[in-house]
Nanobody
């Protein structure tokens, strides 16, 4: 099973982007999924997650600006990013867990996409 993330790009501060993540097959309808990001010189960090029931969780720095969602068939994951700030610049990774609910640690997720670059300019 593979995850393919896309939708990154260059955007001005205050702008919006929508990231998408496609699974190679619809096996994740009952599994938790998440977005992580890694800025240059920093560790990969949790951004948002969504359970199989579509319960959502966000890191504090993106609450009210980012929105995670998934389609009902479970093979697509999205991250709507609004009011982007310079500190949101990073490579964004989608991830999927074997469990229906999962946490915010990297080790909670077993499947990873290749990452998509988001660059926010002033």
């Amino acid at each position: 099973v593979q995850l393919q993330a896309c939708g990154g790009g260059l955007v001005q501060a205050g702008g919006s982007l929508r990231l998408s993540c496609a699974a190679s097959k619809p096996v994740f309808s009952n599994n938790a999924m998440a977005w992580f990001r890694q800025a240059p010189g920093k560790e990969r960090e949790f951004v948002a997650s969504i359970s199989w029931k579509s319960d959502t969780y966000y890191t504090d720095s993106v609450k009210g600006r980012f929105s995670i969602s998934r389609d009902i068939r479970g093979n697509m994951l999205y991250l709507q990013m609004d009011s982007l700030a310079l500190e949101d610049t990073a490579v964004y990774y989608c991830a999927a867990a074997r469990k229906s609910y999962s946490g915010s640690r990297l080790s909670d997720y077993q499947y990873w996409g290749q990452g998509t670059q988001v660059t926010v300019s002033s």
